[in-house]
């Protein structure tokens, strides 16, 4: 039994806060926020030269094939600073949904080339019917014998509009089963017949995109993995960025919280500082038990994914999920209550937090969503 | 990181594991919340354990050998500790206070006659303890203490009253938090001393609590005699004492909780697949699985946030303030669940134990009253957020008491 994080994974976060206080201030976040890229070249290709995309790509592809956990150690600091761009979607929701799904050849195609920068990449899960459940796919990708033609709409794209690969995940067979019948396919956005257009979304720190398909022929050699049988390698993957999405929300959820208790000792009322009021006190002290607490469901969690048994991992996956994006949520209101009317205005940072920490507990299932999932995993 | 025990450590618990299944008292029913119906009946069998326990080395595995301990690690204490919470928790209950709050005072600022004196008749169950903190006007504020403690000659002689003292009626000995010099106010001029309850003027009486129980007592003493060399520390460093030699095994308590509460959580999710209401079991109830779901992930936090903490702590970490979050994560959670189990059980939640249609024998009624102590006792939740606000984030304290402490 060891549980306590190594020295290096101690000096990565160190090294990410150091860089990304330099490259990512909230100046440049205010700035990504109004800009329809999103990110600079020049962020990514610091980002590139200090491995990050490389960190949890196995080493025969490239990569350095670490563990989550490492990963976490960023991510935790990617989401103190909100740091814009594709870094998130190419990193987890393509590069880990090829390592779950693809065979030989397309890890050979695509991983090296994210691990090394070259490439950036996205999902398409969500449709416009789509619910808390992201398992109901009605897309529909029919055979036309050389392979598969596919029709329909994506919404909630991260990054598509920056993206040289989206896996789109459509039915290719009747029914509403997620299990049965759900194929996943790698795209190249620039295809005839495919439109890309950006969503107003709240958090526009990230931006997301709707994705039109009309027509789109795909071959064969571009299904993801096997035909019909795309779910279940999906789901392993979602599982690592549920993670991963709950790291990016502890570590937007502890700016927020500094950010209160800072406050709380500066501001004088009634000839005191407010932080000398218990109902502040307290809300700020709720706040530390949750991102402390919630911290160390996430660092479990992260362990899970790499040494536990399926069904444990899923559950702290969803466990993860569903408490750190609420924490996330909570904490964020919260520190715009101790801001009173400061934190409401649009020069002060915290509402940028906010709308990342919505965005995040409605992303990959709401919290409800992932209640469900776990007592279906206890099987009751 | 790793949170799996090593080849030995899981050999260890095994080992452990199947001794406790071999050696629980006659006809020890694991799954009822109560096996013993009396307070002497409860405490022959917490010593009967104990000794067994002792004679077996699963005590205090932490503790150097000399004074009655296996000279092991934390990690084999909390697998025993954990283990019996599992099982046997009934049995040990009891001596929480002993071992939690006794042993590492008396083992950290006693001399090396307390330490030969009082640890190994802990050890095997010879002894228990209870402490003597609370008093009417000091709760929350527990340097307000006024129980007095005047030296004359080789002894202290005590005049006071103690409330809320849980098993002083029970209890062997006694740690006392007193006052030995009146012309001081709050924390200076407290003292510590190791009080025999059997001492002649010592007055325990019982309360009765919302439970219907009589966990805890008032404990008045007239005139009593205590010897000077059952002070601890010096005169004056009582508050000290008290306050710091705690956190080590409170990192400890929040492991063993845990595993309470996973307990607890198996217990409402079979609950919950039994009880039926309008004739569906209430486990398809899609309100009662968002709740029975959210109490499991408060638990696994419980855990794994004990377990974060834990794991600092035998890598050499010393436990500061934030040690407060663990005891929010348990009480506040326990007062949700039981509170829902109740719920769960419809117009029915109102009936205890003694009728046939009481579920669970009462279980969730008692629990659910019992819960309400969970967050006074031992500091409120009020109290553990201030300690969070001011000795971790820093904040001011309010100018009222600021005022007062100066
Ligand atoms: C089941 C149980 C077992 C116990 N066992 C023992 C024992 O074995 N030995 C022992 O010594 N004591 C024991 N206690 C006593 C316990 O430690 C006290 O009850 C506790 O410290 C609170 O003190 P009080 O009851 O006087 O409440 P008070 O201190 O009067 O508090 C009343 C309310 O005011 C709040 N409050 C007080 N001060 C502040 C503040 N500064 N800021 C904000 N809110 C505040 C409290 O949170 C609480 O809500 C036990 C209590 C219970 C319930």
């Known amino acids: 039994m060891d549980i306590t994080l190594s020295k290096a994974q101690q000096d ?22 109004e800009d329809d890229k999103g990110y600079t070249d020049d962020l990514w290709s610091k980002i590139v030269e200090l491995d990050w995309p490389a960190m949890c790509i196995p080493e025969q592809y490239g990569g350095m094939g670490l563990d989550l956990l490492d990963l976490i150690m960023v991510l935790e600091e990617t989401g103190r600073a909100l740091m814009p761009g594709p870094f998130f979607s190419t990193i987890l929701l393509g590069a880990e949904t090829i390592i779950a799904a693809g065979n030989d050849s397309q890890k050979e195609t695509y991983l090296p080339k994210i691990a090394n920068g070259e490439i950036k990449g996205t999902l398409a899960l969500y449709e416009p019917d789509s619910g808390a459940d992201p398992g109901y796919i009605q897309m529909e990708a029919k055979s036309d014998g050389n392979g598969f033609i596919l029709n329909g709409t994506k919404i909630l794209v991260p990054d598509a509009h920056v993206s040289d690969f989206i896996i789109c995940v459509a039915r290719t067979q009747p029914g ?42 795909v071959s064969t050699d571009n299904v993801l993995g096997e035909p019909n049988q795309g779910w279940g390698p999906l789901c392993r993957a979602m599982q690592r960025v549920q993670v991963a999405i709950s790291a990016e929300s502890i570590g937007g959820a502890q ?23 218990q109902a502040i006190k307290h809300r700020c002290a709720q706040m530390f038990v949750d991102v402390e607490s919630s911290r160390s469901l996430l660092y479990y969690a992260a362990w899970a994914q790499d040494n536990e048994e399926p069904t444990a991992a899923a559950i702290a996956a969803s466990a993860a999920k569903t408490y750190c994006t609420e924490t996330f949520n909570n904490v964020s209101c919260g520190t715009i209550q101790v801001l009173g009317g400061t934190g409401f205005v649009w020069e002060n940072e915290i509402h940028y937090y906010l709308k990342r920490a919505k965005a995040n507990e409605v992303a990959l299932g709401d919290p409800d969503y992932h209640r469900e999932r776990i007592l279906k995993l206890l099987s009751l | 990181m790793d949170y799996r025990y090593t080849p030995e450590q899981e050999a260890f618990r095994q080992g452990f594991s199947s001794w ?21 009946d409860l405490l022959a069998a917490y010593k009967a354990f104990q000794k067994r326990l002792y004679e077996a080395g699963y005590t205090a595995l932490h503790y150097p050998k000399e004074y009655g301990g296996q000279g092991k690690t934390m990690v084999e204490e909390a697998i025993v500790t954990q283990t019996i919470s599992e099982k046997c928790m009934e049995l040990r209950q009891i001596g929480v206070i002993t071992f939690g709050m006794a042993v590492p005072t008396i083992y950290t600022c006693g001399t090396e006659e307390q330490k030969q004196e009082y640890l190994p008749k802990i050890m095997d169950g010879t002894h228990l303890w209870c402490q003597g903190f609370s008093e009417p006007e000091a709760g929350s504020d527990i340097a307000n203490v006024s129980t007095m403690a005047i030296k004359e000659g080789d002894h202290y002689v005590v005049n006071g009253q103690k409330v809320w003292t849980s098993m002083a009626h029970m209890a062997d000995y006694c740690i006392l938090l007193v006052r030995t010099d009146p012309e001081t106010t709050k924390h200076r001029g407290l003292s510590y001393l190791l009080l025999d309850i059997k001492s002649p003027g010592v007055d325990v009486r019982p309360m009765k609590q919302m439970t219907g129980e009589s966990e805890f007592t008032e404990v008045f003493m007239d005139n009593v005699k205590v010897p000077v060399e059952n002070l601890v520390g010096k005169e004056g460093e009582g508050w000290m004492i008290a306050i ?30 039994n009880v039926k209401r309008s004739g569906r079991p209430v486990i398809e109830n899609p309100l009662f699985r968002q709740k029975l779901a959210q109490h499991y992930i408060e638990i696994m936090v419980l855990k794994y946030h004990g377990l974060r903490n834990f794991g600092k702590t035998i890598k050499g970490g010393v436990p500061g303030p934030e040690g407060s979050i663990g005891k929010l994560l348990w009480s506040e959670p326990n007062q949700r669940i039981t509170n829902n189990a109740i719920m769960m059980q419809g117009p029915l939640g109102q009936i205890t134990e003694g009728s046939p249609w009481a579920i669970d024998e009462g279980a969730w009624q008692y629990g659910f009253l019992r819960s309400k102590g969970n967050t006074i006792e031992a500091g409120s939740s009020e109290i553990q957020r201030n300690i969070i606000g001011e000795r971790v984030l820093g904040l001011p304290k309010d100018a009222s008491r600021a005022a007062i402490k100066k």
């Open chain 1, 176 to 217: 509403d089963d997620a299990e049965q019948g759900v194929t996943l396919f790698l795209v190249d956005p620039k295809s005839d017949g495919i439109t890309v257009s950006l969503l107003p979304t709240m958090d526009a720190t990230r931006k997301y995109c709707g994705v039109e398909f009309k027509n789109v022929p």
């Open chain 1, 255 to 277: 700016w927020a919280m500094e950010a209160a208790t800072d406050y709380a000792k500066i501001r004088i009322q009634f000839g005191q500082p407010i932080g000398a009021y």
């Open chain 2, 244 to 273: 710091t030699t705690l956190m080590f095994e409170r990192v400890l308590g929040d492991v063993t909780m845990a595993t309470a509460y996973e307990k607890t959580i198996k217990n409402l999710i079979s609950m919950a697949q």
């Open chain 1, 12 to 33: 990565i976060s160190k090294e990410a806060r150091r860089f990304l206080k330099k490259e990512c201030s909230p100046d440049f976040v205010q700035e990504m926020f």
């Open chain 2, 20 to 40: 406790v299944d071999k050696n629980l008292p006659e006809g020890f029913d694991p799954t009822k919340r109560r096996n013993f119906n009396t307070s002497e």
